[in-house]
């Protein structure tokens, strides 16, 4: 199993920021064929094959997830497409 954890700090603030965080997770659920919920102020991300969350609070979003056998293979490119999206979400790295 293989693990991807990427923090990026924000500016955002309150439904903004989970706007934000919404979209990014439609975009790459829509990409990998999975499912995310609110569970608080944490967005679970499930799929049979990654499980996974963004946590975000007032400084910072945090990424991670795990990372079945199959996509285990492909973690450089699921790496860089959540920097990618990201970058669009928040408008690069800071």
């Not at 997770?25 to 499980?51: F, M, P």
């Not at 945090?62 to 979400?89: H, T």
Request: glycine share 8%.
């Amino acid at each position: 199993m293989s693990h991807i954890t990427i923090r990026r700090p924000h500016k955002l603030k309150g439904d903004a920021l989970r706007k934000r965080v919404e979209h990014l997770a439609d975009t790459l659920c829509a990409k990998y064929g999975a499912d995310w919920r609110w569970d608080g102020d944490q967005l679970l991300i499930e799929h049979s094959n990654v499980n996974g969350a963004v946590t975000c609070d007032a400084k910072e979003i945090v990424i991670e997830a795990k990372l079945g056998f199959f996509l285990s293979m492909f973690r450089d490119r699921i790496d860089a497409e959540i920097e990618r999206v990201l970058d669009e979400e928040l408008g690069g790295k800071a």
